[in-house]
């Protein structure tokens, strides 16, 4: 059991949030998070595309007893991802709102606008790549159908099975997006420098593979 640090909220899987957009920086910060990233794209479908190598499941003895101040340290990394994880969802939802998009359809049209999924992508993998339940995909997709900006169709190649494809509407408006999206992410890496963002990438991976191996240790895939 983890020992208590402070109080962290974690917004529920299917929340999503529609405030009114207030401004956001760019200039100089703007032009630099544009190198770092290379591309307008969602940065957790960037580092989504790599195909890691599995780790086995971390193993944790039972009885081990670990001091106070260990324990208080262990538990501040996943309160500030806690908070980040709400302050994401918040913040990139409110930038995107002239596009009545959240984050996490941001994150849905992000992974449909590369290149392994032009020719539509089964929601499974869909499901698979954002690391979300099939029962959460559903209903954004249902919204994002609704909107006229994904389509599902048979898959010839198993006919119980849908590809999800973006069309061209929802390629217009992902293109109509990008300057939000960029002007986003030079705020939110404001003070990053190239090596800070690569460092950030490194030990965010490294944690979501160990977050893997647990959930596959205990038969929930990833």
């Known amino acids: 059991m983890m020992v208590p640090f402070q109080p962290c909220i974690v917004r529920p ?3 999503e949030i529609t405030c009114p957009v207030k401004g956001v920086a760019g200039g100089e910060e703007q032009d630099r998070a544009r190198q770092v990233l290379g591309t307008a794209e969602d940065p957790r479908r960037a580092a989504s ?18 001091d106070a101040l260990t324990a208080g340290l262990r538990n501040r990394p996943f309160c500030r991802l806690c908070q980040t994880a709400n302050l994401l969802n918040k913040t990139g939802s409110r930038a995107l709102a ?17 290149p392994r999924s032009q020719g539509g992508i089964p929601v499974g993998d869909l499901a698979g790549l954002l690391m979300v339940s099939r029962q959460n995909l559903t209903g954004m997709l249902s919204r ?14 198993g006919k119980r099975s849908r590809l999800i494809r973006m069309t061209r509407e929802g390629r217009q408006r992902w293109a109509a997006m990008q300057p939000r999206i ?10 990053f420098s190239n090596p800070d963002t690569n460092a950030a990438m490194h030990h965010l991976e490294n944690l979501r593979q160990n977050f893997v191996a647990l959930e596959r240790a205990r038969g929930g895939g990833g």
């Open 144 to 157: 994002l159908e609704a909107r006229g900006l994904i389509t599902r169709t048979v898959d010839k190649r």
């Open 182 to 191: 960029n002007a986003f992410h030079a705020a939110a890496l404001a003070g």
């Open 49 to 66: 595309d790599t195909t890691p190598t599995i780790r086995p499941a971390p193993t944790t003895p039972k009885n081990t007893a670990i």
């Open 98 to 114: 002239d596009h009545g998009v959240t984050t996490r359809q941001w994150a849905i049209l992000g992974a449909l606008a590369g």
């Open 13 to 15: 899987p299917d929340t």
